[in-house]
């Protein structure tokens, strides 16, 4: 699998694994995590997935990394969709 597929598959499953959480009612169910941030960080990862299937990724020192500094800074450790999303993050960031 070259690379850019694996990151490709890393952003899809983030991405997979946020839509349930983004549907679920409440803040408790998503370990404290708010709705909005969620969609934020889906729109995060879609724009992400577009550059790298549209061979447009800005430079290294351009990508941004806003998603894995607030997952580490404020999510619990125990939520597993963190972990999802920094292995996806990392994967882009070192294209």
Known sequence: MSKIDRVKQYINEAINEIEPEIRK????DRY??????????K??????LQEVESNTIPHRDARSQKMGYLIVDSWPYNYPL?????????EYKEL
């Open 32 to 41: 404290g995590i708010s709705k909005q941030i969620l969609l934020d960080f």
């Open 43 to 48: 729109q995060n990862l879609e724009i992400m």
């Open 82 to 90: 963190g972990e999802t999303i920094l292995k996806a993050e990392q």
């Open 25 to 28: 009612d409440s803040d408790k």
